[in-house]
T-cell receptor, first 118, second 117 residues
């Protein structure tokens, strides 16, 4: 009964490869996010989708492409991986702010995917 | 611009001591939300509390308490009688609302708390 799940949990790969991280939420939320946590623990948003529509796209290289097949899933595909992409990637979800839901401002995070690029 | 400052990078206390983690924020929004999350050594992000800008009442939950003061733009977190299991990185976050029904969090840089037995 995991709320926000991510696969894989760990990902070790070579520079130049292409990889994907999957995220699923079973909370019935409309909005999903990707955050990156660097080696200094700094957390920064990358993308958000609301009902499969891209809403937030921070300054992220074009090599990163999110895909939302439905509102319960938000996957992150990374092309031509670089050493600097090594980080922990967190998926999160929340209810649409426009809904009358008591906890709609709260984001619930997945367990994180630890990516190491060699 | 929105900003969250957690000036304490790392704090070490001995078990049973009280400890306060500071959080100062900047925003031009009149309606906003503040959050605290805990990241234990296992790495997940655990939601602790949400506070909206119109509610300045302090909150207590067991050994945890939060002090929200709009006048000083602070949202401090106190752990009473700390325990080793409280050892973690604690993040303060500010929500930045968007008109599209979504928003993003602005996170502070985190405070690493070490509770020594």
């Amino acid at each position: 009964d995991t709320a926000v799940s991510q696969t894989p949990k760990y990902l070790v790969t070579q520079m130049g490869n292409d990889k994907s991280i999957k995220c699923e939420q079973n909370l019935g939320h409309d909005t999903m996010y990707w955050y990156k946590q660097d080696s200094k623990k700094f957390l920064k948003i990358m993308f958000s989708y609301n009902n499969k529509e891209l809403i937030i796209n921070e300054t992220v290289p074009n090599r990163f492409s999110p895909k939302s097949p439905d509102k319960a899933h938000l996957n992150l595909h990374i092309n031509s991986l670089e050493l600097g992409d090594s980080a922990v990637y967190f998926c999160a979800s929340s209810q649409d702010l426009r809904r009358l839901s008591p906890n709609r401002e709260t984001q619930y995070f997945g367990p994180g995917t630890r990516l190491l690029v060699l | 611009a929105q900003k969250v400052t957690q000036a304490q990078t790392e704090i070490s206390v001995v078990e049973k001591e009280d400890v306060t983690l500071d959080c100062v924020y900047e925003t031009r929004d009149t309606t906003y939300y503040l959050f605290w999350y805990k990241q234990p050594p296992s790495g997940e992000l655990v939601f602790l509390i949400r506070r909206n800008s119109f509610d300045e009442q302090n909150e207590i939950s067991g050994r945890y308490s939060w002090n929200f003061q709009k006048s000083t733009s602070s949202f401090n977190f106190t752990i009473t009688a700390s325990q080793v299991v409280d050892s973690a990185v604690y993040f303060c976050a500010l929500s930045e609302a968007r008109t599209s029904g979504t928003y993003k969090y602005i996170f502070g840089t985190g405070t690493r708390l070490k509770v020594l037995a």
